[in-house]
């Protein structure tokens, strides 16, 4: 059982950084790959990035293609925790950003392979 929660949201305006942590409970963190999904009002929830897991020193890391260069997904397994740093944020930013945790290291862009999920951060860009 993993419990994750995120933390980092908040009010900015466009152009700001703004860097998402997701908190892990559980002893085998480093084993689940990790995801970032946002949903903005009235739209799907949607793929923003995701890294694999496994335990290894070497992590591969995902990105919806239009978030590419702007945000950049990064993890600690001694602190179990996975961080989203999003850059030059835009108005259209702006949504509800998901933390999910799974055993899968294939198909990380489909929110159906994650078992677990935090509650959300909301994240608010002004124009």
């Known amino acids: 059982q993993v419990q994750l929660v995120e933390s980092g949201g908040g009010l900015v305006q466009a152009g700001a950084s703004l860097r998402l942590s997701c908190a892990a409970s559980?002893?085998?963190?480093?084993?689940?790959?990790m995801g970032w999904f946002r949903q903005a009002p009235g739209k799907e929830r949607e793929f923003v990035a995701a890294?694999?897991?496994?335990?290894?020193?070497?992590?591969?890391?995902y990105y919806a293609d239009s978030l590419k260069g702007r945000f950049s997904i990064s993890r600690d397994n001694v602190k179990r925790t996975v961080y989203l740093q999003m850059n030059s944020l835009k108005p259209e930013d702006t949504a509800v950003y998901y933390c999910?945790?799974?055993?899968?290291?294939?198909?990380?862009?489909?929110?159906?392979?994650?078992?677990?999920w935090g509650p959300g951060t909301q994240v608010t860009v002004s124009s």
């Open positions: 890294i694999t897991g496994g335990g290894t020193n070497t992590y591969y890391a």
């Open positions: 999910a945790a799974g055993v899968r290291d294939n198909g990380l862009r489909d929110s159906h392979v994650y078992e677990y």
């Open positions: 559980g002893r085998t963190f480093s084993s689940y790959s």
